[in-house]
């Protein structure tokens, strides 16, 4: 069973940068997902990133101001979150996926595993 774990939340003003860790125990996935949700929201898709290949896929909302990457070494996935905003402030989490080919990333129910969570919050 993996085990995820995030780091790197914290309070930042707007269009300050946080750089959130996610590690995880053992290399048994394909594919891992931020995602994040907000007080009284649904968990919303952020990023994600196939771990064969490093291809990423982000949200519309933060398409070129984050970026998702990989340590295949460490087995820790990043997501580099520049000029960020008021509506960036949430409990953000990594997940894992664990089918071989998955074909879709930005759905919490296809994710196999799952971290604490780490809380992001942005002043304005």
């Known amino acids: 069973q993996v085990q995820l774990v995030e780091s790197g939340g914290g309070l930042v003003q707007a269009g300050a940068s946080v750089r959130l860790s996610c590690a995880a125990s053992?290399?048994?996935?394909?594919?891992v997902g931020w995602f994040r949700q907000a007080p009284g929201k649904e968990r919303e898709f952020v990023a994600a990133?196939?771990?064969?290949?490093?291809?990423?896929y982000y949200a519309d909302s933060v398409k070129g101001r984050f970026t998702i990457s990989r340590d295949n070494a460490k087995i820790t996935v990043y997501l580099q979150m520049n000029s960020l905003k008021s509506e960036d402030t949430a409990v953000y989490y990594c997940?894992?996926?664990?089918?071989?080919?998955?074909?879709?990333?930005?759905?919490?129910?296809?994710?196999?595993?799952w971290g604490q969570g780490t809380q992001v919050t942005v002043s304005s």
């Open positions: 990133i196939r771990w064969t290949g490093g291809t990423t």
């Open positions: 053992e290399r048994t996935f394909s594919a």
């Open positions: 997940a894992a996926e664990t089918h071989p080919f998955p074909s879709i990333l930005n759905l919490a129910s296809r994710y196999d595993y």
